[in-house]
């Protein structure tokens, strides 16, 4: 019977990203890795397109269509889309047959019940028979090569789009998680908040995270493959356009704040543990995971900041689908990650929501 029932229903494991969304399927690894975008027809609400045929259109696109990226502060920011999203995403992860799946989806520690349910029923309602949700600071770790008996205490950065996920874990559980929205999406920003105060031209989110990718570092002294690059951007008094020099200078001095807020999250969680956890981390280190640990000198700053040794797996984007994953693959262990079904909001007490 259980075989049956494995070869019927599709297990997949799911990383529903601000910016990126993967699907994991066992034998096979990442089957699906596109940006977590929508394009919608306006008037008709149907799907025009999605995931990176979607994202092409950002910033451009005809006045009938709206290209959504429903995931904006972490969690479901537009439940109606996400919906429309992950079905999307997962008809194209099954090929033409649609089937029932059992799904983990990793979301982020800082999800309240009422964000958690969001996700909950945007699966199900993309045909999933039965949905997990795991911390996604958990995921990280576990696809960063962690050991889920592991009764040390390890921390996991995890530097998404939307938010920054800072966890500890121990035994296969988290002892303390905190997210916050200094991360990629806040780096964009300060980049193009930068480039419009002291140019005075506007440019696009999409511009803004090519020259963070392209010239962005955490750390002076590291090299950058070319010292600035040419933008053109629309001039705030008149609104044509002009193309300007942006050098990697520049490009260190907007990023720093939200580097450095990043910084002192991360210092601020090691200053509250209990003494028992601050040793196993002042031997264990740091695992740093997400699209943010690609920032040039992303690991050395954090290793300096925090005087700990800091550790990226090698590749960092598919850390969360990956652990995901290998956690789907036990079922035993499965049952013991995954955040439990929530009682309904208005019974929830303050432990249950501190202690999920
Ligand atoms: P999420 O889980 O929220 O979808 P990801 O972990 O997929 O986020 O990371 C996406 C973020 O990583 C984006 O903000 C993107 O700009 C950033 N990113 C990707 N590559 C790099 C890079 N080489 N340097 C700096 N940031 C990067
Ligand atoms: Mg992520």
């Not at 096979?28 to 799907?47: C, F, H, M, R």
């Not at 990176?52 to 259109?57: D, F, G, I, T, V």
């Not at 035994?171 to 964009?188: F, K, P, R």
Request: glycine share 10%; proline share 4%.
């Amino acid at each position: 019977m259980k075989i049956l029932s494995g070869f019927f229903t599709d297990e997949l494991a799911v990383d529903l990203g601000t910016v990126n969304t993967l699907i994991y399927a066992p034998n096979q690894g990442i089957i699906l890795n596109e940006p977590s975008a929508v394009a919608i027809q306006k008037y008709t609400g149907e799907v025009v397109s999605i995931g990176s045929q979607a994202l092409k259109l950002l910033g451009r696109e005809p006045h009938d269509i709206e290209v959504h990226r429903p995931i904006r502060g972490g969690t479901i920011d537009n439940f109606e889309i996400t919906q429309k999203l992950l079905r999307g995403f997962l008809q194209k992860a099954h090929g033409s047959h649609p089937r029932r799946s059992h799904l983990v989806v990793g979301v982020p520690g800082s999800a309240t019940p009422v964000e958690r349910k969001a996700v909950r029923d945007a699966a199900r309602d993309a045909r999933a028979g039965r949905v997990d949700l795991l911390d996604e600071g958990l995921a990280a770790a576990f696809g960063a090569g962690l050991d889920f008996e592991d009764e040390h205490a390890h921390l996991v950065v995890d530097i998404g789009g939307g938010t920054t996920n800072i966890a500890i874990i121990a035994s296969g559980g988290i002892v303390n998680s905190v997210s916050l929205q200094a991360a990629g999406n806040a780096m964009d920003e300060a980049v193009r908040d930068y480039v419009r105060v002291k140019h005075s031209i506007q440019i696009g989110e999409r511009t803004a995270e090519r020259l963070k990718i392209e010239l962005g570092a955490a750390c002076d002294g590291e090299g950058v493959p070319c010292e600035k690059t040419e933008i053109v951007g629309k001039q705030l008094i008149n609104g044509s356009a002009l193309p300007v020099d942006i050098g990697a200078d520049e490009v260190r001095v907007a990023l720093e704040p939200v580097l450095s807020q990043i910084s002192a999250a991360v210092r601020r969680v090691v200053e509250d543990a209990k003494p028992e956890v601050t040793a196993d981390i002042y031997y264990s280190g740091v695992v740093l995971t997400g699209g943010g640990a690609l920032l040039r000198g992303m690991s050395e700053r954090l290793q300096h900041d925090l005087s700990l040794h800091v550790a990226t797996p090698d590749d960092p984007l598919t850390a969360v689908a990956m652990g995901a994953g290998r956690l789907m693959a036990d079922p035993e262990k499965l049952s013991r990650a995954s955040i439990r079904q929530d009682s309904p909001v208005w019974e929830d007490t303050e432990k249950l929501v501190a202690n999920w």
